[in-house]
């Protein structure tokens, strides 16, 4: 049986898709890598689709679940004429879909709109969709679900090592030295998306690159400590988040309490927002921490990673291409995994992570 598994991933910074092909028989060999950015239609609807309160919603829902599944089909389309194979040659396509509400608590649901029922038709292979609801019906966060999979391939036996996921929302895992402790994981808080959202306001672009604009202003230790208290933040694992709490509006409520700001300001104090938060919740967490491995796109930020730096000592910081996989890979990458997971009727939930009442299978069959 072969081991060829496809993984597509587009997170909550919305800015297109990131598919892998990749080899799982031994280890994880990458085989390809696309990314796509979304249509800029379909962008907007979906960052209109994230604020509650718009018309007609259910249509406009179903309506880009399917043109998340047609851009779907598309990275994977690309990713077999880049590896010269053909569909009957991949067992199962993990397929994230778009996340448009996270409010897993309670009665809860998470949502991420993808027609996977289309991507099937288009592509011919399996689609193992919806990997977060069972999670979440089990009393879990549904998120994050990367944590296995971060274990898997950066664990070290006598390092406690933590990666870092810097997308819109960031994720840590925090992977023990010793093989009898357990794997831990929690969303920090925002990672890229308040930082790309101020970027687009004053400067028009989707991204502060490498971090040029940040690193030219001045962190304002006031705003930085009322964006910190945030509940949020202190508050303990398992914990998720997403555009639900943190977005323009979350920014714009602080804002207003501190008149006057220069924008390069505010966007040196947002990056160190990401920074602080990811540092406060190492020291809380796993202080103990030697190696911290970076990935998602925040890891293209040098500003960024070397704030990190600085800000932890002692500490080996770098992005995951040290250890040879790409940061703008491992997500796809980890979606890849949980789909062979699914196949192979594993759990890919780690309940220590997530909150839930047990291992659970994870996803929802389409099949080719
Ligand atoms: N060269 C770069 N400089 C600064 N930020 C970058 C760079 N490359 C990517 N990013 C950031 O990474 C984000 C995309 O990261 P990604 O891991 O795909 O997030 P998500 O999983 O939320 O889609 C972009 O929106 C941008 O903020
Ligand atoms: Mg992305």
């Keep these: 049986m072969t081991a060829l598994y496809a993984g597509l991933m587009s997170g909550t910074s919305l800015d297109g898709v990131d598919g892998v092909l990749v080899d799982l028989s031994h280890g994880c060999s990458l085989q390809a890598h696309v990314h796509q950015t979304f249509a800029p239609a379909l962008r907007e609807e979906l960052f209109a689709l994230n604020r509650p309160g718009g018309h007609d919603e259910l249509h406009r829902a179903a309506g880009a679940a399917n043109g998340v599944a047609d851009a779907y089909a598309d990275v994977l389309a690309a990713l077999l004429r880049a590896a010269a194979l053909p569909a009957s040659a991949v067992r199962a396509v993990g397929a994230h879909g778009q996340t448009v509400r996270h409010q897993p608590a309670g009665r809860g649901y998470t949502l991420q709109l993808l027609n996977a029922a289309r991507l099937a038709e288009a592509g011919g292979i399996d689609v193992v969709a919806d990997l977060r609801s069972r999670d979440v019906a089990a009393g879990g966060q549904g998120a994050p679900l990367v944590p296995a999979f971060h274990a898997a391939v950066f664990g070290r036996p006598n390092e406690a ?41 004053h ?25 910190l208290t945030e509940p949020y933040f202190e508050a303990p694992p398992p914990k998720s988040t997403g555009r639900d709490l943190f977005e323009p509006g979350w920014l714009a409520q602080h804002l207003a309490r501190w008149p006057g700001l220069k924008p390069v300001d505010v966007q040196a104090t947002l990056l160190a927002l990401t920074v602080q938060s990811v540092v406060q919740a190492l020291r809380r967490h796993a202080p103990d921490t030697t190696v911290l491995r970076v990935c998602g796109g925040g890891a293209y930020n040098r500003r960024l990673m070397s704030q990190l730096e600085a800000a932890l000592p002692g500490v080996d910081v770098q992005d995951t291409g ?43 069959l389409y099949p080719a």
């Design 161 to 201: 090592t933590a990666v870092l996921n810097l997308g819109g929302i960031g994720n840590l895992s925090l992977l023990p030295a010793s093989a009898s402790g357990s794997v831990r994981g929690f969303d920090t808080g925002p990672a890229n998306a308040l930082m790309d959202h101020w970027t687009q306001q």
């Design 203 to 227: 400067l028009g672009q989707a991204f502060d690159a490498d971090g040029a604009w940040a690193a030219q202003g001045q962190v304002q230790t006031a705003l930085l400590q009322d964006l």
């Design 322 to 364: 040290a250890e040879g996989v790409a940061p703008g890979h491992v997500e796809a990458l980890a979606f890849a995994w949980l789909a062979k997971a699914f196949i192979e009727r594993r759990p890919g939930n780690l309940p220590a992570v997530t909150g839930a009442a047990g291992p659970r299978l994870l996803g929802a």
